[in-house]
Nanobody, 121 residues
Framework: QVQLVESGGGLVQPGGSLRLSCAAS????????MGWYRQAPGKQRELVAT???????NYADSVKGRFTISRDNAKNTVYLQMNSLKPEDTAVYHC???????????????WGQGTLVTVSS
């Protein structure tokens, strides 16, 4: 059974920073794309950033220049460094993994449980 375990959310003042982490547990052979999505109250889930297994990144326009996604393939972990946070960044942030391969199975579109980020003074 594969699980994504997120950490790093919390309350931060506008202009502050947070770093989210998401680790995939279990025996893992490979992971294609890792990413972060967010869902604010009353809104649909939206893409924040993704990173491929060779380091190619993609960001939502709203976070470009403020957020940085990275990954450690040896640890099967993806990170999201969030700087210059704004109240509109408040949301539940979900980790996502696309095409995860274990010795026994292949998984498409695996989601973490989410971690709450609140930006408020």
């Amino acid at each position: 059974q594969v699980q994504l375990v997120e950490s790093g959310g919390g309350l931060v003042q506008p202009g502050g920073s947070l770093r989210l982490s998401c680790a995939a547990s279990g025996v893992i052979v490979s992971i294609n794309v890792m990413g972060w999505y967010r869902q604010a109250p009353g809104k649909q889930r939206e893409l924040v950033a993704t990173i491929t297994n060779i380091g190619s990144t993609n960001y939502a326009d709203s976070v470009k220049g403020r957020f940085t996604i990275s990954r450690d393939n040896a640890k099967n972990t993806v990170y999201l460094q969030m700087n210059s946070l704004k109240p509109e960044d408040t949301a539940v942030y979900h980790c996502n993994v696309d095409r995860l391969v274990t010795p026994k199975a292949r998984y498409l579109d695996v989601w973490g449980q989410g971690t709450l980020v609140t930006v408020s003074s």
